[in-house]
């Protein structure tokens, strides 16, 4: 999980940034990293996600790769297989549809 922090400017802002996750808290200190903001990486500790690691910098997944693609036109979404594009019914661009339908290879420039 990223998060990548834009902290715009306020005056008297007091907040507090944690992660609150089965009952714990971290806090998280969101003025490192560049002066606008701050880049925060959670790599997961256990399967169900309870426990974390948390870093001040870019994602960066083992193994695979990281980056998937999909193709938009307009409204439509796309896959591509076996080299013809195939529309999708994607209403809501989240994680899952590019976990479900999304391709490692960037295919922009052939179409």
């Known amino acids: ?7 715009t400017p306020t005056s008297g802002n007091n907040g507090e940034s944690s992660l609150v996750c089965n ?8 003025n490192v990293g560049s002066p606008d903001g701050a880049m925060v990486s959670f790599y997961h500790l256990d399967e169900n996600g309870y426990q974390w690691d ?9 193994g695979g790769g990281t980056q998937l693609y999909l193709l938009r036109l307009e ?3 796309y896959a591509v297989s076996e080299g013809v594009l195939v529309p999708l019914e994607v209403t809501v ?3 899952l549809a590019f976990m479900m339908y999304g391709f490692e290879e960037n295919h922009r420039q052939n179409f």
Do not use: C, K
Not at 1 to 7: A, C, E, K, S
Not at 23 to 29: M, P
Not at 54 to 62: K, L, N, P, T, V
């Open 23 to 30: 009952g714990d808290t971290t806090s998280l200190n969101l």
């Open 54 to 62: 948390i870093r001040y910098e870019m994602y960066s997944q083992a």
């Open 75 to 77: 409204d439509t979404f």
């Open 93 to 95: 661009l989240n994680a």
């Open 1 to 7: 999980m990223f998060l990548n922090v834009i902290q």
